[in-house]
């Protein structure tokens, strides 16, 4: 059970704020529902209480969680590139769909490390611009840094592998 305030990570959007608990009636029967505002873009959603754990709501990582993220960032095992394009995406897609921080970091650590290999196509970089975006967000949160901050950390991983 959350409490209004709480920052949690919601799928695909990423950082939400609860803004309030509601009682509705759907259906016939009364459930409590959590309204959540996604920061970045203001979006709100609601989510069934017994729902929550289903749709893939979670809290924000913790310090231990972002050190494993950082871990994921930093290896060099990954890159798919002898997959056509399409499974690629598909694979990509499935796992930011999860909403594990780890799937993510998996995500924009192969694209990055493509990146380097070849020129990404279009949606490649959505991509990759996706997965980075949502990780910087939460880890930002998380620790009480800024975006950019976070940012600059992150693609700093990338840049001493290149080098």
């Known amino acids: 059970m959350y409490t209004v305030g709480n920052k949690l990570y919601y799928p695909v959007h990423g950082v939400a704020e609860l803004t309030s608990l509601e009682s509705r009636n759907i259906g016939g029967t009364d459930c409590s529902i959590y309204v959540l505002t996604i920061v970045d873009s203001g979006l709100k959603i609601m989510v069934p209480t ?3 754990g289903s749709v893939g709501i979670r809290p924000l990582v913790t310090s231990e969680e972002i050190d494993d993220v950082y871990e994921i960032l930093q ?8 997959q056509t394009w399409n499974r690629r995406h598909r694979e990509y ?3 930011i769909k999860t909403g594990s921080a780890f799937e993510i970091a998996e995500v924009l650590r192969d694209l990055c490390l493509l990146r380097d290999k070849k020129t ?3 949606g490649e970089r959505r991509m990759l611009e996706t997965a980075r975006n949502l990780l910087v967000k939460e880890i930002a949160c998380a620790q009480d840094k800024t975006e950019n901050d976070v940012g ?3 693609e700093g991983f990338f840049h ?3 080098a």
């Open 50 to 52: 017994n729902n929550a």
């Open 75 to 82: 290896s060099k095992d990954g890159g798919t590139d002898t």
């Open 93 to 95: 897609m499935d796992k």
């Open 120 to 122: 990404l196509s279009f």
């Open 152 to 154: 600059e950390e992150i």
């Open 160 to 162: 001493a592998q290149a």
